[in-house]
């Protein structure tokens, strides 16, 4: 009767040993998907993207749909990103809501969206705000709510 214990002690073992491999790898796999992601964060603040030409106009606010962010990380890094670049005043991504808000010159707007889009986002078309609406207000609307306010209007 000992036999068949010994066998099945064995496969046990066997059995555990591949149950720690495979924690191992899933753990190795979390590791290096967490570190591909602080990436993303990863940038000298110091430096300013000046690849447009921004003629000195008053700054409007704008809205810009971003889809892909997740988490905070990806919204701070979008705001990092975005207010380095020549004519951005400020800017605040909301990563729950998928939008970025920037109080920018208007010739600075495709920079910014080429920007987000380097980061590996999704941008839609800037939408411009009410200037009665700041960036906290209650009443601000995504892009696509601004989209379909457009089209009634239009009616």
């Known amino acids: 009767m000992t036999v068949p214990t010994l ?9 555990l040993d591949s149950m720690i491999r495979m924690i191992r790898m899933i753990r190795m796999i979390l590791l290096s998907s967490l ?4 990436l993303v964060g990863c940038d000298d603040a110091r430096d300013r993207d000046s690849t447009a030409a ?20 990806c919204a701070e890094a979008i705001t990092a990103k975005v207010a380095k670049i ?3 005043t400020t800017c605040e991504a909301d990563w729950e809501r998928g939008t970025t808000t920037v109080l920018a ?6 920079t910014i969206q080429d920007s987000i889009a380097r980061m590996g986002f999704t941008v839609e078309d800037a ?29």
Do not use: Y
Request: charged share 30%; aromatic share 2%; glycine share 8%.
């Open 7 to 15: 066998t099945r002690d064995r496969t046990d073992r066997r059995t």
């Open 35 to 38: 570190f591909q992601l602080t």
């Open 54 to 73: 921004v003629n000195r106009q008053p700054a409007e606010t704008f809205v810009i749909g971003v889809t892909g962010m997740h988490c905070d990380g």
């Open 86 to 88: 020549d004519g951005v």
């Open 105 to 110: 010159n208007p010739d600075a707007i495709p």
């Open 127 to 155: 939408v411009v705000m009410d200037p009665t609406d700041g960036p906290g207000s209650t009443t601000e609307s995504t892009p696509k709510e601004a989209e379909a306010t457009d089209d009634r209007s239009s009616d």
